[in-house]
């Protein structure tokens, strides 16, 4: 099993731009979800799937749109970045109130 | 204020010696906490997780105590080694909801 896994690992934006956050997992996890990690502060949830075709709010979620078509997907879209979206994001999948974590996709909006 | 406090910030202690890392939370009513290790560039993975009844757990070097009482968590690792420098983060579920503490970065020295 290849787990979490997330792409790209570093990316670069220009404010204005738009992107998409790829994260996909093999373990046939219901509920997945996606962080923000910043400096000095605890991980943010943006968003969150209990399922296909259901996803929900989290603490942080403006200026970010998600979508679940499959049990396997979770891509993570930013409409129009800004450098306030500079973060570490991280997809997590659970099971069992376990959270599996992706490595992490490193993020720069200048 | 975030609803979990976690201390101290960092730390650093020589390889071999042992080290307590607190977890101080508010979350409200309590369902379980778990401690994360995150090593640098890294996602995190679970050390131990446990529910209000449960007052310790070890998971090799790692002991985590926890009192519902008090709202505290401990974190002891024994006998220090030098893959153990990373983040250790407290996460606290609620009933609906799921906390993160800012983590306390270890650095094991030689």
């Known amino acids: 099993n290849a787990g979490v896994t997330q792409t790209p690992k570093f990316q670069v934006l220009k404010t204005g731009q738009s992107m998409t956050l790829q994260c996909a997992q093999d373990?046939?996890?219901?509920?997945m979800s996606w962080y923000r990690q910043d400096p000095g502060m605890g991980l943010r949830l943006i968003h969150y799937?209990?399922?296909?075709?259901?996803?929900d709010q989290g603490e942080v979620p403006n200026g970010y749109n998600v979508s679940r078509s499959t049990t396997e997907d979770f891509p993570l879209r930013l409409l129009s970045a800004a450098p306030s979206q500079t973060s570490v994001y991280f997809c997590?999948?659970?099971?069992?109130?376990?959270?599996?974590f992706g490595p992490g996709t490193r993020l720069t909006v200048l | 204020k975030n609803q979990v406090e976690q201390s101290p910030q960092s730390l650093i202690i020589l390889e071999g010696k042992n080290c307590t890392l607190q977890?101080?939370?508010?979350?409200?009513?309590?369902?379980?906490l778990r401690w994360y290790k995150q090593d640098t560039g890294r996602g995190p993975v679970s050390l131990t997780i446990?529910?209000?009844?449960?007052n310790t757990k070890s998971n090799g070097r790692y002991t985590a105590t926890l009192d519902a009482d008090t709202k505290q968590s401990s974190l002891h690792i024994t006998a220090s080694q030098l893959s153990d420098s990373a983040s250790y983060i407290c996460v606290v579920s609620g009933l609906n909801e799921v906390r993160f503490g800012a983590g306390t970065r270890l650095t094991v020295k030689p």
């Open positions: 977890c101080n939370y508010t979350v409200s009513p309590f369902s379980n």
């Open positions: 373990m046939n996890h219901e509920y």
């Open positions: 799937s209990v399922g296909a075709g259901i996803t």
């Open positions: 997590a999948s659970s099971r069992d109130r376990y959270l599996f």
């Open positions: 446990m529910t209000f009844s449960e």
